[in-house]
């Protein structure tokens, strides 16, 4: 940020993120203009809870006026709109910070992945939160004056800006504590200077804010509309999850989505329960549409927000919802907890942890019934959420059957991502004789779904799970079985099809890795440390060689994943397995001269095959392209 100051006036330009983030809103929120004043009641509305919570340890904050509201105006002659809260307020830093930056990590690069189509798209710009910048779609000049609770009257600060680049800050006087903000309107707004019309757009939108809503009555004298000195309140004002849920219209629900989600579409679900018995408390949860970009940091949240007696407490809980839920929004109001409660407190309440417990299965409840009515909406949910709920099958062990059965994975069914199976959808189409689940991991889908590994389940029909995620090698790790069947790597151990092989099918291996017995040794002793074994497979049909590790041991995929992490993974030694049927296996029965070098290449190329880097390429290179030119020469 740049300054020059004036005395007690300053001049800053904002981040440059802000200035983009401007542009964009300006242009690509035009037709959804209204939805400024939403986004300003809304941080009016939890500008007051804040300053609830706070009065608690500190009564005087209230400064003898406990009657929270948030006021709205306007005047025709001056052309502006204003919004005052008697909130919490901000300080010069606050406001400097608030309004001239913005503090999510990896705005920058959200920025600079959007295309220029995109950044016309309202739903991408909604979906980093709009926020106060909104009020620029509307105005071409915003006042704040804003004072914390508790300082001194000269503690006010004003903040003044035309959204181009730069912002003016100075201390003024302020005797009432808050934040008044006054819009400018731009020269096309004139039909916002109605009363008519702003109580409309804040039935609409606001309707559900605790806090009254108010504005000065109007009335007509002599056919004209004027502003009587008596307030009524706008907004019902009443906390929307203590209604009663028969009385609540959609509509209601997904606004107050929007206001406590800080999202500018709707939810794709939610629920809304009350929960008396032991503990008692009010769930209203919802599932947002779309991850926001910041998703897989797993240190942002803005989860579920905690009341106490319909009193705020904090922002993003996390004690109310587990980490492979963090894309949950909504509040948890509760009758039993003290409102003295800190973080720490939560932290080992026991009331807490039940609260948890009941809204995770209230979530996982609410997902089981979208996956089994309504399969289209799951897919949705599933594409935007699935890896982070898949999270949760190492996170939450009481729940991790039902989160398994909420898995939905690529296959060889379809091979393709774009269709996803369930585990219970694998079963059913489990073969005869078939009792284990089989999947693969690779760090792409392509190399899962062309691996060598897959070549005798091809054959033989038998479906095998096609895993690429990241997080699966977590998920796999953890998952050792669903509905008492066992999940087995195809690429692990040695491959035991159980009475999916026919008893003809065991003979002849075993007489095939007798008739082998002599090269599978020689190739061992030609690779030395580079295997831990060089065995007869009976996984291919195709492929000359593959690499397995032994099934207690680190997947090759995992290990790959930790080492590009930067983290040390146990070095490996893989089984070297090798096609009886294949021409290039035959052939080397019969090599003297260059057998090394063959082996080598076998080795290396089942490395390549499954995704695996190559210690010395250049190496492999020379022999592979010694033995072309052999091959041309004969
Ligand atoms: P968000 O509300 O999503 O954090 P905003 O850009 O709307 O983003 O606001 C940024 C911050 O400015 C808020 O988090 C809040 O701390 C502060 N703020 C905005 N409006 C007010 C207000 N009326 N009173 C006190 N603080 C406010």
Redesign the pocket.
Known sequence: MSNTSTQNRETMGFQAEVKQLLQLMIHSLYSNREIFLR??I???A??SD?LRFEALHNASLFENDSELKIRIGYDKTARTLT?S?N????SRD?VIN??GT??KSGTREFFARLSGDQQKDANLIGQF??????AFIVADKVTVT?RRAGESASQGVRWESDGAGEFSIEMVEKAAR??E?VLHLRADQDDLLNGYKLRSIIRKYSDHILQPIVMKKEDWKDGEQVMLDEDETVNQAVALWTRSKNDIKEEEYKEFYKHVG?DFQEPLAWVHARVEGRQEYTQLLYIPARAPFDMWDRDTMHGVKLYVRRVFIMDDAEQLMPRYLRFVRGIVDSADLPLNVSREILQESKDIESIRKGCTSKVLGLLEDMAKNDAEKYGKFWTEFGRVLKEGIGEDFANKEKIAGLLRLASTHADTTDETVSLADYIARMKDGQDKIYYITADSFNAAKNSPHLEVFRKKGIEVLLLSDRVDEWVVSNLQEFQGKQLVSVAKGGLDLGKLEDEAEKKEQETVANDFKDLTEKIKASLSERVKEVRITHRLTDSPACLVVDEHEMSANLARLLKSAGQNAPKSQPILEINPKHPVVLRLKTEEKKFDDWAAVLFDQALLAEGGQLDDPASFVKRVNQLMLEMSAS
């Not at 909130?87 to 901000?90: C, D, N, P």
């Not at 939160?129 to 909104?134: E, I, L, M, R, T």
């Open positions: 986004e300003l809304s941080n009016a939890d500008a804040k919004i809260d909130g919490i307020g901000m606050e608030n309004l913005i503090a939160g709009v926020g106060f910048y909104s804003t808050g934040t903000i800080h």
